[in-house]
């Protein structure tokens, strides 16, 4: 029986693809960003999605499909719990339906969002935590997914916070391997008490493994001293195929500013709007923020 996992040259192939194509997306940067191959080919040039956060979390997948293609997105991250219901205990054949949606569709399964983290002191919760994050991994692959998103996802008190950083970084540097023998990108959102630009870096410089990747989040802690500018220099280097967005008239927040800056670096990796308010017509709404964010990459290009 063939086995659905890549042989040794095909992992080495992927992690050759990983390193190679991240040189073309990040010419101005100090170090090639490094973009992984995948299942469903990353477009040319930033596309817009969705994060089924907010307003898909009660779509099933052929409701988000159709709601896609009224709304002109390209490409959907499927967060874990909510209506789709694309997770780890699905069987083989609702995992080969799920694909099968996405492939006869104009739509790409980005990948998946998951909970999964790695700050734990507790070192059955950590190995629990890496074991289901690998189980979504095989669900990734099998749904025709490009990644899983991951979490760091906080300090805690009494703990010196090298220690935790290391620890997350061994974490996602045992998931960068096994992820790779699939297919997927890890991608570490910067996300919860280790939001701030410095304990992400510190993390990074552990977690070297080539198929581990960084998820722009889009923090207010992203604005701190130095400044957005800077603290997006310093880590795009790491950037994977996903970035995170809120809605782009978020108050508070350079939105201009971010589209600028992917567009100067030439990012060829989805835009996903991860909207944390509920809205009376979410169609409307995404159409709305489609408009907008054509207007600020066309700015930005100008």
Known sequence: MKSSRMNATSRREFLRSSLGAGAAIAAATVLPCRQASSAQPIATGMRLGL????????????????????TGLKGVE???????????????????EVKKRFADSPIALVGLGTNQDFHHPDPVKLRRSIELAKAFVKLGHDVGGSGVKV???DLPKGVPEDKTTEQIGNALNELGAFAADYGQQIRLEIHGGCSQIPVIRKIVAVATHPNVFLCWNSNQADLEPPGLEANFNSLKSRFGATTHVRPLDTPKYPWGDLVKLFVQMDYRGWILLEADVKVDDRIKAILAQRALFETMVAAAKR
Not at 78 to 87: G, K, M, P, S, Y
């Open 78 to 96: 499927l967060r874990t719990q909510h209506a789709h219901h694309v997770e780890p205990d699905m069987s083989a054949i609702a995992r080969k």
């Open 151 to 153: 979490k760091p996802n």
């Open 51 to 70: 994060v089924t956060y907010q307003w898909g979390n009660d779509w099933d997948v052929p409701t988000l499909i159709a709601n896609c293609q009224k």
